[in-house]
């Protein structure tokens, strides 16, 4: 079983690109949602989803933006890439939101920006 | 949000019993704990969750205070394959904004 799948899992960019990362679920789960981890900082929302055409803001959401055009995939867009989004993203996804139902995780994507 | 509190780190010996504590003192009547566990380079990994009573299955079990502002996760016999930062997090059903904290480092030793 797929689950939840992250590309790329290495990524590294020059400050001002720009890029998408993307996360795929086959699992018909509602939920998708995307973190962002830091040394010393924990897991911290960016954007959720909580089914196709509805995506709302979390914690740092600023520099990302999202969009859910299928219940399959919540792709994460860096429009100007910065120093401080260097980090290992992870996009995860549940059955609903609405259940405290497992999520599940993919294996994370590492970003460095120059 | 919801709060939790952990300690940073905790050590164990191997196929010695472990129990992981965690205060959520700002937890309200429907918010459900749950505990998540990350291995290193990898995605964190669903461990258990509960409401009330206490819950058990194949990987713990969870203990979860008569007043439900803390809760202890118990691995029955460590092994080296269970070091791995352990989350609690706080749950509402309502609440679409799950907030992780640090957690608690786990190290077994053999």
């Known amino acids: 079983n797929a689950g939840v799948t992250q590309t790329p899992k290495f990524q590294v960019l020059k400050t001002g690109q720009s890029m998408t990362l993307q996360c795929a679920q086959d699992m018909n789960h509602e939920y998708m949602s995307w973190y962002r981890q830091d040394p010393g900082m924990g897991l911290r929302l960016i954007h959720y989803s909580v089914g196709a055409g509805i995506t709302d803001q979390g914690e740092v959401p600023n520099g990302y933006n999202v969009s859910r055009s299928t219940t399959e995939d919540f792709p994460l867009r860096l429009l100007s890439a910065a120093p401080s989004q260097t980090s290992v993203y992870f996009c995860?996804?549940?059955?609903?939101?609405?259940?405290?139902?497992?999520?599940?995780f993919g294996e994370g994507s590492r970003l460095t920006v120059l | 949000d919801a709060k939790t509190t952990q300690p940073n780190s905790m050590e164990s010996n191997e196929e010695e019993p472990v129990h992981l504590p965690c205060n959520h003192s700002t937890i309200s009547g429907t918010d459900y704990i749950h505990w998540y566990r990350q291995l290193p380079s990898q995605g964190p990994e669903y461990v258990i969750h509960g409401l009330t009573s206490n819950v058990n299955n194949r990987m713990a079990s969870l203990a979860i205070a008569e007043d439900r502002k803390s809760s202890t996760l118990i691995l029955h016999r460590a092994t080296l394959r269970d070091a791995a930062v352990y989350y609690c997090i706080h749950y509402a059903g309502n609440n679409r904004k799950l907030i992780w904290g640090l957690g608690t480092s786990l190290a077994v030793n053999p």
């Open positions: 995860a996804s549940s059955r609903s939101d609405r259940a405290p139902g497992e999520l599940f």
